[in-house]
């Protein structure tokens, strides 16, 4: 690694490396070119077996949302109400994780498919496509885990890394999380429109207000859909059905909401400063999204109910490839870290999550919460 | 309240429940040929011509207008998971009792749709369509005298007005390597038994090229039939030359397959406005096959230069007109056909 006053915290990581020795500018490049060499391999690869999977998805989940919808016209009755809610609380999950968040990455834009495009596609989600494409694909994924740079949301109203300066409102964060993880989507809305940044001067109110009339139509549509013409779609179970839409969206929200924060949060994912950022090549690119990604262990069915961002660190290596391929990479990508003596961070679910917590615990309070100093 | 409000009404209603995907998202799955559905068509059978040429049998969308028998039809096939559009002529006539079409292919070295068409293509494959299209038709009064100047499946648009309309005095000169390699052969064969054509068929393996000047030797009065010509590039350069040597070019229809392609330079790098994406293009390639490469939506007709379907916004830089090399620069409300262009230099364009 290249001795940028910036790179403190790659110095820590390095220091959990399997080897001892460091790797040089050259090793770098190495790695960089072996990642480039699978994304290349999967370009080529990409075929009708692709399309026919994200299509299958596209029909099963819009099939489980039919269904579940149609069930909850009778959710008077509980066991209707518990299968329809749950066939609801999937279908949401399918629909923001493994098609929506993907096919905004443009993951399936190789299509060439209008229906299934990254600039046509408007999600399930409250926050329009376009205010969110901006905030992730762009400012997340290109600053991943930069401080100061990276707004993905957990970095502004959390401290989750030591390095982030501790100030008292973090004594609430314990509270406030489980709170963001509830209305998760809410949470995002209001972020994604960046009002503190037109309340600092960086754009215009002019150009903040223009797109929160943009966010309101969008989740106004969202907010009668589920909580005004279901209901009443409903008849005599008009309550029984609201109640039914608040928990498939509460269980999509607090599952999101875990899922994301096990991506870069748990122990072993490390935040840089923005000198980093100076003249980073193809490699120390890849390096700091290694660094700052965690994936999750688990089978095929956690891996598509997660958005496969159970394959974070694939994710964020190859962000525009197909979601199904990266299982298949992702060996291979573990044994490239393991040549180049890499760690690869990796743990079920519940280690990752109570490590996400941990963090959140303990660096609500000041100090290091046991890490080293950074200087 | 009219039953049509009343259904806008109705299906307003439908869309605040689907959204934010619109009713058809749900009924595109199990009902995609339905009235009001995006054009598409199901693959119903799939009978070889030749060695390398298929007609493919498609049974169109409800909101399917018909065709006038020589127009193509623009489809949009998925190949190796990606949406290919091309254009081929409809071989099936207008009156067809149900209501299918038939398109020809022949299969060209490097055809990525034609090669899947004619080998690959499988029945029950929903396909996407577009409203048939194209100047190359016989007019509203029938001429009494026709030729039909074809070579290769350039005879496809011409089988469909062969098809479509009982002519008085018809004469064909087709050409075609070898006899195993005319398509429609029998059909034709069919149509000269039955009295209603004159065939002139020619292998050119054996039989040489067409010379188009001794076009008088095979048919004596050629100069007096009102002529429709369909095939290669040189055959069509040399009847326009002939007929206009003649004085009588207004008698000739040509359609062309593919756009003549004259000029290539240097490439450049290419943005796309929408997305944003960012792709190296060399002289060569037309815009619109590298933006498609890149995964971009562009829009897309004839690809041949002549529908202006594809016609986008230049924002930056220049771009070089295939066919004759012309340069044009980027100013505003300038469009470029991306079709027959290629980037002449670093370039945006609006999507």
Same mark, same amino acid.
């Given at each position: 690694?290249?001795?940028?006053?910036?790179?403190?915290?790659?110095?820590?990581? @390095?220091?959990?490396?399997?080897?001892?020795?460091?790797l040089?500018?050259?090793?770098?490049? +190495?790695?960089?070119?072996?990642?480039?060499?699978?994304?290349?391999?999967?370009?080529?690869?990409?075929?009708?077996?692709?399309a %026919?999977?994200?299509?299958?998805?596209?029909?099963?989940?819009?099939?489980?949302?039919?269904?579940?919808?149609?069930?909850?016209?009778?959710?008077?009755?509980?066991?209707?109400?518990?299968?329809?809610?749950?066939?609801?609380?999937?279908?949401?999950?399918?629909?923001?994780?493994?098609?929506?968040?993907?096919?905004?990455? $443009?993951?399936?834009?190789?299509?060439?498919?209008?229906?299934?495009?990254?600039?046509?596609?408007?999600?399930?989600?409250?926050?329009?496509?376009?205010?969110?494409?901006?905030?992730?694909?762009?400012?997340?994924?290109?600053?991943?885990?930069?401080?100061?740079?990276?707004?993905?949301?957990?970095?502004?109203?959390?401290?989750?890394?030591? @390095?982030?300066?501790?100030?008292?409102?973090?004594?609430?964060?314990?509270?406030?999380?489980?709170?963001?993880?509830?209305?998760?989507?809410?949470?995002?809305?209001?972020?994604?429109?960046?009002?503190?940044?037109?309340?600092?001067?960086?754009?215009?109110?002019?150009?903040?207000?223009?797109?929160?009339?943009?966010?309101?139509?969008?989740?106004?549509?969202? &907010? !009668?859909?589920?909580?005004?013409?279901?209901?009443?779609?409903?008849?005599?179970?008009?309550?029984?059905?609201?109640?039914?839409?608040?928990?498939?969206?509460?269980?999509?929200?607090?599952?999101?909401?875990? !899922?994301?924060?096990?991506?870069h949060?748990?122990?072993?994912?490390?935040?840089?400063?923005?000198d980093?950022?100076?003249?980073?090549?193809?490699?120390?690119?890849?390096?700091?999204?290694?660094?700052?990604?965690?994936?999750?262990? =688990?089978?095929?069915?956690?891996?598509?109910?997660?958005?496969?961002?159970?394959?974070?660190?694939?994710?964020?290596?190859?962000?525009?490839?197909?979601?199904?391929?990266?299982?298949?990479?992702?060996?291979?990508?573990?044994?490239?870290c393991?040549?180049?003596?890499?760690?690869?961070?990796?743990?079920?679910?519940?280690?990752?999550?109570?490590?996400v917590?941990?963090? #959140?615990? %303990?660096?609500?309070?000041? $100090?290091?919460?046991?890490?080293?100093a950074?200087? | 309240?009219?039953?049509?409000?009343?259904?806008?009404?109705?299906?307003?209603?439908?869309?605040?429940?689907?959204?934010?995907?619109?009713?058809?998202?749900?009924? +595109?799955?199990?009902?995609?040929?339905?009235?009001?559905?995006?054009?598409? =068509?199901?693959?119903?059978?799939?009978?070889? @011509?030749?060695?390398?040429?298929?007609?493919?049998?498609?049974?169109?969308?409800?909101?399917?207008?018909?065709?006038?028998?020589?127009?193509?039809?623009?489809? $949009?096939?998925?190949?190796?998971?990606v949406?290919?559009?091309?254009?081929?002529? #409809?071989?099936?006539?207008?009156?067809?009792?149900?209501?299918?079409?038939?398109?020809?292919?022949?299969?060209i070295p490097?055809?990525?749709?034609?090669?899947?068409?004619? %080998?690959?293509?499988?029945?029950?494959? &929903?396909?996407?369509?577009d409203?048939?299209?194209?100047?190359?038709?016989?007019?509203?009064?029938?001429?009494?005298?026709?030729?039909?100047?074809?070579?290769?499946?350039?005879?496809?648009?011409?089988?469909?007005?062969?098809?479509?309309?009982?002519?008085?005095?018809?004469?064909?000169?087709?050409?075609?390597?070898?006899?195993?390699?005319?398509?429609?052969?029998?059909?034709?064969?069919?149509?000269?038994?039955?009295k209603?054509?004159?065939?002139?068929?020619?292998?050119t393996?054996?039989?040489?090229?067409l010379?188009?000047?001794?076009?008088?030797?095979?048919?004596?009065?050629?100069?007096?039939?009102?002529?429709?010509?369909?095939?290669?590039?040189?055959?069509?350069?040399?009847?326009?030359?002939?007929?206009?040597?003649?004085?009588?070019?207004?008698?000739?229809?040509?359609?062309?397959?593919?756009?003549?392609?004259?000029?290539?330079?240097?490439?450049?790098?290419?943005?796309?406005?929408?997305?944003?994406?960012?792709?190296?293009? +060399?002289?060569?390639?037309?815009?619109?096959?590298?933006?498609e490469?890149?995964?971009?939506?562009?829009?897309?007709?004839?690809?041949?230069?002549?529908?202006?379907?594809?016609?986008?916004?230049?924002?930056?830089?220049?771009?070089?007109?295939?066919?004759?090399?012309?340069?044009?620069?980027?100013?505003? =409300?300038?469009?470029?056909?991306?079709?027959?262009?290629?980037?002449?230099?670093?370039?945006?364009?609006?999507?």
């Open positions: 690694m290249p001795a940028a006053a910036g790179a403190v915290e790659i110095d820590l990581w @390095e220091q959990r490396m399997t080897t001892t020795e460091r040089t500018e050259c090793d770098i490049d +190495d790695f960089g070119r072996e990642l480039d060499r699978i994304r290349d391999e999967v370009t080529a690869a990409r075929g009708e077996n692709d %026919r999977y994200i299509r299958r998805v596209i029909a099963v989940q819009r099939g489980l949302e039919a269904g579940g919808r149609a069930l909850l016209f009778v959710s008077v009755l509980p066991p209707a109400w518990l299968v329809g809610t749950a066939a609801l609380a999937t279908a949401k999950i399918l629909e923001n994780m493994e098609i929506g968040h993907n096919v905004l990455h $443009g993951q399936w834009d190789w299509m060439c498919d209008p229906k299934i495009h990254s600039t046509t596609w408007e999600w399930d989600f409250a926050t329009p496509a376009k205010a969110w494409q901006h905030s992730h694909n762009f400012v997340h994924h290109t600053y991943t885990n930069v401080l100061g740079k990276d707004r993905d949301i957990g970095y502004s109203a959390l401290r989750i890394h030591p @390095e982030q300066p501790w100030h008292p409102v973090y004594l609430a964060q314990p509270f406030y999380n489980v709170a963001l993880a509830m209305f998760f989507e809410w949470g995002i809305t209001i972020y994604d429109v960046e009002l503190e940044r037109a309340w600092r001067g960086e754009k215009s109110w002019r150009e903040a207000l223009t797109e929160l009339r943009g966010v309101l139509g969008k989740a106004g549509r969202q &907010v !009668i859909k589920d909580y005004v013409a279901f209901p009443l779609l409903s008849g005599p179970s008009f309550l029984t059905t609201l109640l039914a839409n608040l928990t498939a969206n509460t269980i999509r929200n607090v599952w999101t909401h875990t !899922i994301i924060f096990c991506g949060f748990p122990d072993g994912t490390v935040v840089f400063t923005e980093q950022l100076d003249g980073e090549s193809r490699g120390e690119w890849y390096l700091r999204q290694l660094a700052g990604s965690a994936n999750i262990d =688990g089978g095929a069915l956690f891996h598509l109910m997660t958005g496969n961002l159970s394959h974070q660190i694939e994710h964020h290596l190859f962000p525009d490839l197909p979601s199904n391929r990266y299982a298949e990479i992702a060996p291979r990508v573990r044994a490239l393991e040549r180049f003596g890499l760690p690869y961070a990796t743990g079920p679910l519940l280690q990752q999550t109570a490590s917590w941990k963090r #959140v615990l %303990r660096l609500a309070l000041p $100090g290091q919460g046991g890490h080293q950074a200087q | 309240m009219t039953s049509t409000a009343l259904r806008s009404r109705a299906w307003q209603l439908l869309e605040m429940v689907t959204t934010p995907l619109l009713p058809s998202d749900y009924l +595109d799955l199990f009902s995609p040929l339905r009235a009001g559905a995006d054009l598409r =068509g199901r693959i119903e059978a799939v009978h070889a @011509e030749t060695p390398d040429a298929a007609t493919i049998v498609i049974r169109p969308g409800k909101g399917w207008r018909g065709h006038v028998a020589g127009q193509y039809v623009r489809i $949009g096939v998925d190949v190796d998971g949406r290919l559009w091309r254009a081929y002529s #409809v071989t099936s006539p207008t009156n067809r009792q149900d209501g299918r079409i038939t398109i020809t292919v022949k299969a490097d055809g990525k749709v034609s090669n899947h068409l004619v %080998r690959h293509a499988k029945p029950g494959t &929903v396909i996407q369509l409203q048939a299209t194209g100047e190359f038709v016989l007019p509203k009064t029938k001429p009494a005298k026709v030729l039909y100047l074809t070579a290769g499946s350039g005879i496809t648009p011409v089988m469909g007005m062969l098809r479509d309309a009982q002519l008085e005095d018809v004469v064909m000169v087709h050409s075609a390597p070898r006899k195993q390699d005319v398509i429609f052969r029998n059909d034709l064969h069919d149509l000269v038994a039955d209603s054509l004159r065939l002139v068929e020619l292998h393996d054996t039989d040489g090229m010379d188009v000047a001794r076009l008088h030797e095979l048919v004596p009065d050629w100069a007096e039939r009102e002529t429709w010509a369909c095939g290669p590039t040189g055959m069509l350069d040399a009847a326009e030359a002939h007929w206009a040597a003649n004085g009588i070019a207004e008698r000739l229809h040509t359609e062309r397959f593919r756009p003549t392609i004259v000029v290539a330079g240097d490439g450049g790098e290419v943005t796309f406005g929408t997305t944003g994406k960012t792709v190296d293009a +060399d002289g060569a390639t037309p815009l619109l096959d590298v933006g490469a890149a995964g971009v939506l562009m829009p897309s007709g004839c690809r041949m230069g002549i529908c202006f379907g594809c016609s986008t916004p230049l924002k930056a830089g220049a771009v070089r007109d295939l066919r004759t090399g012309e340069i044009t620069e980027a100013e505003p =409300g300038v469009l470029v056909q991306t079709c027959v262009s290629a980037a002449a230099g670093p370039c945006e364009l609006e999507r």
